[in-house]
């Protein structure tokens, strides 16, 4: 018979400190796992314009969801153009250049989960704006009259056209296609210009000149009488004398200046009669003795006259022998 095994004190502390170290490393409860993280997910990549013009701007919204509930941060990026961005909205500003652009969103959930997606825009070709004619009116006008301006213009891709008015002197005022102008003081010539654009980057330029003319009326220099038969005429500073009737009629020309104002001439007798209109008519002398006198009155554009006299003595054939005789010759007054 095997004699028994006995355990000292110490044996038996051993072994309790041994089971509880295996307690620790070996007997551990069980701890439940992380569960696995799900990328976010976009529904939606929406535009409010898919074709654009040059600087012309576009909203952009992201629809974008998370199973796990994570916050979601999204960053957004453009091949082109400039893009101003608020989480998951952005507006973007197409470029100058004609073409295709791309704009992306990224979705990143914080956990490493990424989406991405993107939408082409296009950037269409702009026609610039044309102008066909500026109508000043009235184009000639006298110092402080106004003039109405009138920009006639289209534009091929069908934009509302805006308009800026200018001029080299005088005021300009109003706003759209049609405008006032205030004439300076000083007569001159002033150029008008109308610039017209799309709001795209397409613009025209137009110009009109404008005449500002002096506010003095005409001035009558002379008028100058060429009897048909000098024979039978004679001038003196108060006047003229003729014989009486058609031999003795007379061309009269009346030399007048305005400015650059246009003119319009007028012939009054008291006697006789006025063939003809404009600066040259002829007077012919009634067929008797009498006084004439011939008027010629000169009126410009804009209703402004000044007026001369030329005073005539008609007589009969016996000649001007009581006035004005020549010894040894005509007793006609020559």
Not at 9 to 33: H, N, Q, S
Not at 223 to 238: G, H, L, Q, T
Not at 294 to 303: C, K, M, P, R, Y
Not at 314 to 327: F, Q, W
Request: aromatic share 10%; proline share 5%.
């Amino acid at each position: 018979m095997a004699p028994s095994q006995r355990f000292s004190t110490g044996d038996i502390g051993g072994i309790a400190f041994a089971a509880v170290l295996f307690a620790i490393f070996f007997v551990v409860t069980p701890t439940e796992a992380e569960p696995a993280n799900t990328p976010p997910t976009i529904d939606d990549l929406m535009t409010t314009g898919d074709t654009l013009y040059a600087d012309e701007e576009c909203t952009l919204y992201c629809i974008a969801s998370d199973i796990d509930q994570d916050e979601l941060i999204f960053t957004w990026t453009a091949t082109e153009g400039a893009i101003v961005t608020e989480g998951a909205t952005a507006r973007w500003t197409a470029p100058r250049r004609a073409g295709t652009s791309s704009v992306m969103v990224q979705v990143d959930d914080g956990r490493g989960g990424l989406q991405s997606e993107f939408v082409l825009l296009t950037v269409a070709s702009n026609n610039s704006p044309s102008i066909e004619d500026i109508q000043c009116e009235p184009g000639r006008l006298l110092p402080g009259q106004a003039s109405t301006l009138t920009c006639y213009a289209y534009d091929e891709d069908g934009h509302a056209l805006e308009y800026e008015w200018s001029s080299t002197c005088g005021e300009v005022y109003g706003e759209g296609s049609t405008a006032k102008w205030t004439a300076p003081a000083a007569p001159g010539s002033y150029l008008i210009a109308a610039r017209v654009y799309d709001g795209y980057g397409g613009e025209a330029v137009g110009t009109s000149l404008v005449e500002v003319l002096s506010a003095s009326p005409p001035a009558i220099e002379q008028v100058i009488v060429r009897p048909f038969a000098p024979e039978f005429s004679k001038e003196y500073d108060w006047g003229y004398r003729l014989l009486r009737g058609r031999l003795c009629e007379c061309e009269l020309e009346c030399v007048a200046t305005a400015d650059g104002k246009e003119i319009t001439y007028e012939w009054v007798c008291t006697e006789g009669t006025i063939d003809g209109s404009g600066s040259v008519v002829l007077f012919i002398p009634p067929n008797k003795r009498t006084e004439v006198t011939v008027t010629a009155l000169v009126s410009d554009e804009f209703g402004h006259t000044s007026s001369t006299d030329i005073f005539f003595k008609v007589l009969t054939r016996e000649g001007y022998s009581e006035i004005d005789a020549v010894p040894g010759g005509c007793q006609c007054g020559r």
